[in-house]
């Protein structure tokens, strides 16, 4: 089985970046690659375009590889941040109020 910190291991041998710019860089790139899965989405909800599952699946990747990187320069694995999501969401959920706006809730 190939879990998130198998993948944020591998990834991070895969990590170039200027560590002057640690948190920084794969927050902006993290940004960057979000708003290339957003923009699919929406020519695809502006009937411009099919939905491309594969331009899709490559963007995600992206995603998920920033986003692996910067748990990594916060010194987090991808597990805790999946653990702690998953906790923040449950107790949401529990007390109803899994819809809605705000952090504390």
């Not at 927050?27 to 375009?49: M, N, P, R, T, Y």
């Not at 959920?93 to 899994?98: A, D, M, P, R, Y």
Request: charged share 30%.
């Amino acid at each position: 089985m190939y879990t998130f910190n198998d993948y944020q291991l591998s990834a991070q041998a895969t990590a170039v970046y200027n560590r002057d710019h640690a948190v920084v860089y794969p927050a902006l790139g993290l940004a960057g690659e979000s708003g290339e899965v957003a923009e699919k989405v929406k020519k695809w909800l502006c009937g411009d375009k099919e939905l491309d599952r594969e331009g899709l699946l490559k963007e995600l990747g992206d995603v998920l590889w920033y986003l692996s990187a910067l748990a990594g320069d916060l010194g987090l694995t991808l597990e805790e941040v999946a653990y702690a999501n998953i906790n923040k969401l449950l107790d949401r959920q529990s007390k109803g109020t899994i819809k809605g706006d705000g952090d504390n809730r």
